[in-house]
């Protein structure tokens, strides 16, 4: 492809790839030259020419000298739109999931709703690039434009005709998400994260609504958890625009909930869709994973799936790693479950699911990350109290902060402080009795405890097998 095909004014040198940073870049290639939330890519802009890129998107009044200039105001929108003409073609079928929690989740089962209808599919978020056979890390829950594109196009490549990936607020905000066909996008939930980057909830809102507003297509389906705070504020916006809405939950038109009975190993669901009256059984428990399921059968459903045949292929859907996981039964007798809440809410979520499945206490183990939301910290401390008999606090990814601090700013009343993790996911269990429940939560399906720049070997699973012992 010549630069000429991809921009107007451009000339027939052959354009070998897109960089977002100068070290990456290569003769031929397109660098993107944007502020950051660290430095300012602008200023690498020298660096990439002489590196040999011909051309450089950016802001105009941005000084540009030996390579094309293509500027805009909006510079990352405009080089995601290039990069996706120049990496594709896609998989044909596209679907994007926002919100706080459950990102992940419903991803995750779209691909598995997916799979069992026969098609070839993938999904990208924070698991990485999932596919039928195979799971590569990305580092990243959206990674960035370059890589989010060469991956789409990657994976079309190898077969793959329908893929799900989660948008974060990040992602949607520094538009590394943009450029290809969105089909469907699901709202799951609204809750406070990520104010360290966004500030206010309306401004975190505001980047989510985006896929909604300008990144799905016109002609798609929006796909909306109905029984969240926020959600008619999403259904809004989506009328605004004439997205067709398909929302799901108790409140929900498309995929209505009538009842959630939970059993041993999951919960009973009683839906109507379609004007009928289903009722599936679905192998997960705990109300948020409920949600999430009925969220990927209605994105599922959004762009062409079988009503009757997507609701019960619920029933066949597998656990998503370090999501309300079972790692063991303990020698007390007690289940120990690990699961990825990270936020206020998810903890709450995370304890609704388990408490209908405890007869006895319910054990919790769980810490905040450093160089994140601080805001959240107290908020989790305090939920912990609520919902839980006895909490410990411990250590999760404190990155550059002084974990002792973040510990201190947790400060769940009531709670024993236990800095390494493995000791404190020790002490829960030999704490627990038969009717208990150890819930290790906020690392899910991670396999390092990032301290300082260091990524330690840490997995909440195998180290709760190994304290079982
Ligand atoms: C705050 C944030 O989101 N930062 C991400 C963002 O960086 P940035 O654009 O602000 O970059 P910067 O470091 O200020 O640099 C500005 C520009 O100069 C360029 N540069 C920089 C240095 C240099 O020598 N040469 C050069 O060209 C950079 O490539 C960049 O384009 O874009 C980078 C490339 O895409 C990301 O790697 C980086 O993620 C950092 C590492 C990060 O920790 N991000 C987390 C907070 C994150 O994005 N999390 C979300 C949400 C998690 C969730 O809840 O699921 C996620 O999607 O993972
Ligand atoms: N629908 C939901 N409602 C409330 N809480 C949820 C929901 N789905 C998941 N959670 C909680 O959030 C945790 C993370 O879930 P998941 O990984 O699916 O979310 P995510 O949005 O991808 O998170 P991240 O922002 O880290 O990528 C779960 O382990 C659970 O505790
Ligand atoms: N995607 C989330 C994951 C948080 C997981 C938790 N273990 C932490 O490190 O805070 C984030 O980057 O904020
Ligand atoms: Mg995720």
Redesign the pocket.
């Known amino acids: 492809m010549r630069l000429g095909d991809l921009v107007d004014g451009g000339s027939a040198e052959t354009v070998t790839g897109f960089?977002?940073?100068?070290?990456?870049?290569a003769p031929g290639t397109i660098?993107?030259?944007?502020?950051?939330?660290?430095?300012?890519?602008?200023?690498?802009i020298p660096?990439?020419i002489a590196n040999g890129a011909i051309a450089i998107v950016t802001r105009a009044g941005v000084p540009v000298t030996g390579a094309q200039a293509i500027t805009a105001d909006e510079p990352r929108a405009v080089f995601a739109h290039l990069a996706a003409r120049y990496f594709a073609p896609f998989p044909s079928t596209v679907v994007a999931i926002t919100g706080?929690n459950g990102?992940?989740s419903t991803a995750e089962l779209t691909r598995q709703l997916w799979h069992q209808a026969g098609h070839v599919a993938a999904s990208i978020?924070?698991l990485g690039v999932t596919t039928a056979h195979d799971q590569v890390s990305t580092?990243?829950?959206?990674?960035?434009?370059?890589?989010f594109l060469a991956n789409m196009a990657g994976l079309q490549r190898e077969g793959v005709t329908h893929a799900s990936f989660?948008a974060?607020?990040?992602?949607l905000?520094?538009f590394?998400t943009e450029g290809l066909p969105v089909a469907a996008a699901a709202f799951t939930n609204l809750s406070r994260?990520?104010l360290d980057?966004h500030s206010t909830m309306e401004a975190y809102f505001a980047a989510k609504l985006r896929l909604f507003t300008e990144v799905v297509d016109p002609a798609g389906t929006a796909v909306i958890w109905a029984d969240d705070e926020w959600s008619d504020l999403v259904i809004a916006a989506c009328q605004e625009r004439h997205l067709r809405t398909y929302t799901v939950g108790t409140r929900g038109e498309g995929l209505k909930l009538l009842s959630r009975t939970p059993t041993m190993l999951g919960q009973t669901l009683r839906l109507t869709a379609g004007g009928s009256e289903i009722t599936v059984n679905l192998p997960l428990i705990g109300a948020y994973q409920a949600a999430n399921a009925l969220l990927a059968a209605g994105l599922v459903i959004a762009v062409g799936g079988d009503v009757a045949t997507t609701i019960s292929n619920l029933s066949r859907l597998q656990p998503v790693r370090g999501r309300l996981e079972r790692a063991v039964i303990a020698r007390s007798g007690a289940a120990v479950y690990v699961d990825y809440a990270?936020t206020p809410d998810a903890l709450e979520a995370a304890a609704a699911a388990l408490r209908p499945h405890t007869k006895g206490r319910l054990i919790l183990v769980f810490g905040a990350g450093g160089?994140?939301d601080q805001g959240k910290r107290p908020l989790m401390g305090q939920a912990a109290a609520n919902i839980a008999d006895y909490v410990i606090v411990t250590d999760d990814n404190p990155r550059s902060e002084d974990p002792a601090t973040i510990r201190a700013a947790i400060a769940s009343p009531g709670a024993t402080e236990i800095a390494d993790r493995r000791q404190a996911i020790a002490a829960a269990i030999a704490a627990s009795g038969p009717q208990d429940i150890v819930l290790i939560a906020g690392k899910g399906h991670e396999q390092g405890q990032i301290v300082g720049d260091q990524v330690l070997p840490f997995d909440d699973v195998q180290v709760a097998r190994e304290s079982a012992q």
């Not at 960089?19 to 870049?25: C, N």
């Not at 580092?139 to 890589?147: I, S």
């Not at 974060?168 to 992602?171: A, E, R, T, W």
């Open positions: 960089a977002l940073d100068h070290r990456k870049v660098f993107g030259a944007f502020r950051g939330a660290r430095v300012n890519g602008e200023d690498y660096q990439a706080t990102k992940t978020g924070t580092g990243l829950t959206t990674p960035d434009v370059v890589t989660e974060s607020s990040h992602g905000d520094q590394r994260d990520h980057y990270h160089d994140r």
